[in-house]
């Protein structure tokens, strides 16, 4: 129950709320011993709203094992730890990888949203240079930095996802 309330909240709350309650919130509340750093509130508030998300594509991964896989691993007499540590846990692994990487690169632009706070990332100094110089160029090389970032990891995911479905396609022949 507590992980599903979690899961509900913090994906129903956009990550730019988060990023703004913690960066701006936790501060505010003078705590003797809690970090004021923005970079550092930014990081836990991509981490709670992520791992939300990465949660649910577990769950829905573990939930895309077969019923007859469970049943069929019960029959040979694996316990219910057994039957889900080497049955249902390796395939819904193999089911999430795809969407765990276009998390991942999700996450990666996401880190933008942390100029909020005041770091000085790639988006913001983009933003710096541009305000000063009336020149939008910054702006686009910012893109290209997020595109020369990102690009690789798609690919990476396609490629991990192809040689999935090859592997599977090969087991379903023999």
Do not use: C
């Not at 632009?109 to 706070?117: C, E, G, S």
């Amino acid at each position: 129950m507590l992980a599903t309330l979690y899961v509900d909240i913090f994906r129903g709350v956009p990550t730019i709320l988060v990023i703004f309650l913690l960066g701006f919130g936790v501060p505010a509340l003078r705590l003797q011993g809690v970090p004021n750093s923005p970079v550092f509130w930014g990081t836990a508030a991509l981490v709670l709203s992520y791992t939300a998300y990465v949660a649910e594509v577990f769950r829905a991964g573990i939930g895309s094992v077969h019923p007859s896989q469970r049943m069929a691993a019960r029959s040979l007499g694996l316990s219910v730890l057994q039957t889900n540590r080497y049955v249902v846990l390796p395939q819904a692994i193999r089911n999430v990888i795809p969407p765990l990487l276009n998390d991942f690169i999700s996450l990666q632009k996401d880190t933008a949203l942390v100029a909020v706070l005041g770091p000085i990332e790639v988006l913001r100094q983009a933003q710096i240079d541009a305000s000063s110089t009336f020149n939008y160029t910054p702006y686009v090389g910012a893109a290209l930095i997020f595109i020369a970032l990102t690009i690789p990891m798609t690919r990476f995911a396609d490629w991990v996802q192809g040689r999935m479905a090859r592997r599977q396609h090969a087991g379903s022949i023999a």
